[in-house]
């Protein structure tokens, strides 16, 4: 029995149990959810969409990180650089070719995709640490082309036009956000779809004994390729996105160090779990806007003889304190405490 | 009883985003004018842009003390830190644009080049406190405030070329290049040609170093092997100083001459480097806090104590950063002249400020001059080098002099697809 589950509901059949909308409540929860971030763009001044905007194409980008490593345990530290792979084709294409927006985030996601699985395919010969490395020297890789094939920018990058739709302009954070919220949603039943399908159970038993896994006939170079090309569909995607939010593309823009806090991300959010990656996401977001945009330049305000740098300092050492106290205290992450939650609201007023 | 659990969650929830949407929507009730500005005081420039942050706030403070952004206008000046992330200066950007800014202040070519687009849609012209080139291409609502890098890299590739040429020489000097590899970095690209068509040779093989490079050892043997006789790079202080106290230890100083363009403000490269410095040179398009002889120097100088401190030394970005506030007071109260005071908005600050200034001087850099299409004001600067002896500001034992006194002017460079806009700019002989 699934104590996640409220009292009462039994899952008599095998499409019930991988049912994404398993209870009403919970179906509810979800169209309310969906419902609320329909309505932002009408009640939220830019800036709080242009920090929600940014969030989406985060989250679209952790979910490549959650499957390659949270379902499939393999290791990737370099999905900032298969971010610049959807964006800097999404320039180019854009740039040479004059292709719309629609016809580029298809391909740029492909390009994603088809990089991702091409350093992915070490994988097929080493695990681990020595994996690890080999994402690192994608990261280096990519982003040295990027800098020296003339077509991608060069030391100017790339400037891309407004997205439209008719007459519609698309741009800014308000006019791109109904974009990013349906493709955070598209993302979002995706990932949420490979956990339940035949190819995510393949990916969790490879993580968690390949061995195994090979034993039970489970083809497990195609699934780590599979998992590596995946995971570069949602940075292609992610990257695309970020190219035409911002409208240009530039190689300061992707670097290891954001690869680096996609993982820390992911690892607070909890591994594994899309939910988790949501509430990862969200929670280092918003950690990074209250501590810069609230409470250093409280803090620079209300004491004028400290320098404004020391204060802005504590938005770094509270990133990187938050992470080590989850992996000390609760490397399952937030998405842990959330089903616990889920448990104690279930089981009241019994307290096991 | 489980319904009313839910509804109490489902309002605690809603609770907790009014709370947490209403800072974000509520801006600054401002009559005054706000000027903003995205330091990254915790990036990886943090060195240089802390000064500059400084250098901004005072320089600001200045002018409305002064009274030079116009009469009735008050200058307002917030600044989050950037932490060299687009990612964090987007949102900041835009809660700035909500908050009412008029005028924003870059600290950096990455920063300038992702917001250019937002700024130009919002009406708010942004000056660009770096020397990056691309965010001045092309022409929109970006501003520089003094020679770019590329073009200070013309003013001392002349400079060396007139040296190499006194000292008799005849065959073409070789300039190798270490650098970043990134926009910063590789910003010196477009005075290639026009270094070669004055009779440089340059290095193909330019050399690129990390971020902070701990050593530079193969880079800098790769361009003794090549034959280089100058060494220039495109860099912020710490990394330069790598470079020259790893040439001081390899012995390369005594034939190679090593230079670094604008971006390497010569007390931090005293600082980092120490006599490792001495001989080395730097092209700046500021002047120096050493000019205390510049009436307007000794008065920044000594405007940057009263306020932080009788011990504090104002470095070149400092200097920098404030000639830039007093850019945007002598735009503002162009534009107040133009429009009125009461109706100055970020488009009359671009329009009939910034676009109309004509051989200004702030006293600081060179004189600026910008147009419908020329943002970047100078392309003038000075040619510095490190000496032995006692600093009037910094103490120690190292210091620069100028070896050009007046300012030495490049022709005006612009890459190649925008030449079309300048047609006083610099073109290369057909056929080459």
């Known amino acids: 029995m699934d104590i996640r589950l409220p009292c009462g509901v039994f899952n008599t059949r095998y499409d019930k149990d991988t049912a994404i909308f398993r209870t009403k409540e919970r179906g509810c929860l979800i169209i309310f959810i969906i419902a609320f971030f329909i309505c932002c763009p009408f009640i939220m001044s830019n800036t709080f969409l242009s920090i929600l905007d940014l969030i989406f194409i985060t989250i679209i980008c952790v979910m490549g990180i959650n499957t390659v490593t949270g379902y499939c345990g393999q290791l990737n530290i370099g999905q900032s650089a298969f971010m610049a792979v959807g964006a800097f084709f999404s320039g180019w294409l854009a740039k040479d070719f004059s292709l719309s927006f629609w016809l580029i985030l298809p391909i740029a996601t492909l390009a994603g995709g088809m990089v991702g699985g091409l350093f992915g395919l070490p994988s097929l010969r080493v695990k681990g640490l020595y994996l690890a490395l080999f994402t690192l020297a994608a990261q280096f890789i990519i982003m040295w082309s990027f800098r020296h094939i003339p077509c991608f920018g060069g030391a100017y990058g790339l400037h891309l036009k407004e997205v439209s739709l008719g007459s519609w302009d698309l741009s800014g954070p308000r006019g791109f956000y109904p974009i990013l919220l349906l493709s955070v949603i598209i993302a979002i039943y995706c990932s949420q779809n490979i956990s339940r399908t035949k190819v995510g159970r393949a990916f969790v038993a490879i993580r968690d004994n390949d061995l195994a896994a090979e034993t039970l006939g489970i083809n497990i170079r195609a699934y780590k390729a599979l998992a590596f090309f995946i995971s570069g569909c949602f940075a292609g995607f992610a990257g695309c996105l970020w190219a035409y939010f911002i409208q240009f593309v530039g190689v300061e823009q992707f670097t290891l160090l954001d690869s680096v806090w996609y993982l820390g991300m992911a690892i607070v959010g909890g591994l594994g779990s899309t939910l988790g990656v949501i509430f990862g996401v969200f929670f280092m977001k918003i950690l990074e806007q209250i501590t810069v945009s609230w409470i250093c330049p409280i803090l620079v305000e209300r004491f004028p003889n400290v320098a404004g740098e020391t204060f802005a300092g504590i938005s770094l050492l509270v990133y990187g304190l938050v992470i080590i106290m989850f992996l000390i205290f609760d490397p399952r992450g937030l998405v842990h405490w959330w089903n616990i939650l889920k448990v104690s609201y279930r089981l009241h007023p019994f307290s096991y | 009883m489980m319904t009313r659990r839910l509804t109490k969650i489902v309002l605690l929830i809603l609770m907790w985003l009014l709370i947490t949407i209403f800072p974000f929507t509520e801006g600054w009730a401002a009559r005054e004018i706000l ?36 009469p009735g206008i008050k200058v307002i000046f917030k600044w989050q830190d950037s932490q060299y ?84 020489k005849t065959t073409p000097p070789k300039m190798g290049i270490i650098t970043w590899d990134n926009p910063f970095g590789r910003s010196y690209e477009a005075a290639v040609p026009y270094l070669t068509a004055i009779g440089w040779e340059v290095i193909p093989q330019v050399q690129y170093c990390a971020t902070f490079p701990i050593d530079v050892t193969s880079q800098l043997a790769a361009l003794n092997k090549a034959g280089a006789d100058f060494i220039v790079s495109c860099m912020v202080p710490m990394p330069w100083s790598t470079v020259l106290k790893d040439a001081e230890r390899l012995g390369l100083k005594s034939n190679i001459k090593f230079g670094c363009l604008t971006g390497a403000f010569p007390d931090q490269v005293i600082r980092g480097a120490g006599k490792a410095s001495i001989g080395a040179y730097v092209v700046l398009s500021e002047r120096l806090w050493t000019e205390t002889n510049i009436p307007v120097v000794k008065e920044v100088v000594e405007y940057a104590k009263k306020l932080r401190g009788a011990d504090y030394k104002a470095g070149y970005c400092y200097i920098q950063a404030f000639h830039c506030a007093l850019m945007a007071a002598r735009a503002t109260k162009m534009a107040a002249e133009a429009v009125g005071a009461d109706k100055v908005d970020g488009k009359a600050i671009k329009e009939h400020g910034l676009e109309k200034i004509k051989n200004w001087d702030s006293g600081l850099a060179p004189p600026l001059t910008f147009d419908k299409n020329e943002r970047e004001g100078s392309r003038q600067a000075r040619v510095w080098t490190f000496v032995e002896g006692a600093d009037p500001i910094f103490g120690g034992d190292i210091t620069v002099k100028c070896l050009t006194p007046e300012w030495l002017s490049s022709p005006r460079i612009v890459p190649a697809e925008y030449l079309h806009l300048f047609p006083e700019a610099w073109k290369p002989a057909k056929g080459k």
């Not at chain 2, 005072?58 to 030079?68: F, M």
């Not at chain 2, 942004?126 to 003013?155: K, M, Q, R």
């Open chain 2, 85 to 168: 992330k687009v990612s964090v200066t987007v949102p900041a950007f835009t809660r700035f644009v909500e908050a009412g800014t008029f005028l924003h202040f870059t600290y950096s070519t990455g920063d300038s080049d992702a917001i250019k687009h937002m700024a130009a849609k919002a009406n708010v012209p942004t000056i660009d406190t770096g020397y990056g080139t691309s965010p001045h291409f092309p022409p929109g609502w970006c501003f520089g405030h003094a020679t770019t890098y590329h073009e200070t890299l013309a003013v001392l590739g002349q400079y060396w070329l007139s040296e190499w040429k006194k000292s008799g």
């Open chain 2, 35 to 70: 000027f903003t500005g995205t330091p990254g005081v915790t990036g990886p420039l943090a060195d240089i842009s802390v000064p500059q942050q400084q250098g901004t706030e005072d320089g600001i403070k200045y002018a409305n003390e002064k009274g030079l952004f116009g």
